[in-house]
């Protein structure tokens, strides 16, 4: 009984710290969401400071890194591929071809309708399993290489961003 | 004998979590060490984007968050509470006297030096008791209230405000 009671208290806790992580990593996106409501098109594609990244490049580069999950965590195939060479592969301003602003908004939000599907269907146990860019003997030895550890990076990558994202709202 | 390695499983999960979530915390803090090393005193003085914040301002903001999580973790008492009025309780250009920009960076790593000190003596499940903000009764409805959740979220508050302070280092 008393080891039930154990098996049931660290088992809480797992789910627990899965939670929090998962609950950070949308609260991150939502903030996201509400920020690129917020501002206009105009806005948005201005540069977040003089001579910075742009707001869409910024906002395209998110949406790109969040679609890569799909494959980093086995989840599937990615819907938007094609984003990686304008956002991920190559820096603003380098003569790439971006999608309207509408369409970026739309994939950004498609993208991560798409995770969520996932990521609610994950027990918590399956967040400690390996990525897909770690091998089976390399997870061995460097468990931290997990689903859920992509998850927080993720979402502290996404913060940064976010931090200069920020500066295209109008000074109050 | 299985329930002892499902045990030992789930043990091992929440000791790995939390150097997880350590290791992101200690990786921020360094990439802002590293940050304000580079920028001179000018650099650092300067605004993020025009009209917006100056580093000094933020170093000083994210020194006082961190210095307030001694209190709030229950692990002593506060290096610099005098810190609070200018750099959390008040907006950038208020007309606050701020330390110079050396003495702050000083703060900055006595701070963290002192937070170290508390974090490694850290049991990993001692990062699931509440954090000393929210009583008892409220935590034994919302477990999620602990330390842990309390230094993820610093750790994404921290990469939000680094993400702006970036923009002080000159363009490539």
């Given at each position: 009984m008393q080891v039930q009671e154990e098996i049931n208290a660290t088992q809480a806790n797992q789910a627990l710290f899965v939670q929090m992580?998962?609950?950070?990593?949308?609260?991150?996106?939502?903030?996201?969401?509400?920020l690129i409501d917020e501002l206009t098109d105009e806005q948005l594609a201005a540069e977040t400071a003089p001579g910075r990244n742009t707001?869409?490049?910024?906002?395209?580069?998110?949406?790109?890194?969040?679609?890569?999950?799909l494959t980093l965590m086995g989840w599937g195939e990615r819907l938007h591929p094609e984003m990686d060479e304008p956002f991920l592969k190559t820096p603003d301003k380098s003569g790439q071809n971006f999608p309207p602003v509408a369409t970026l908004k739309e994939y950004w939000k498609?993208?991560?309708?798409?995770l969520g599907k996932h990521i609610s269907a994950m027990q918590p146990q399956d967040w400690f399993t390996r990525h897909m860019s770690v091998s089976p003997e390399d997870f061995e030895k460097e468990p931290n290489r997990n689903k859920l550890n992509v998850l927080m990076g993720r979402t502290v990558h996404q913060s940064n961003h976010l931090g200069q994202m920020q500066f295209l709202s109008p000074r109050k």
């Open positions: 992580a998962v609950t950070l990593w949308d609260g991150m996106n939502k903030r996201v969401d509400k707001g869409t490049y910024l906002l395209g580069h998110l949406a790109a890194v969040n679609d890569g999950l498609t993208i991560n309708a798409e």
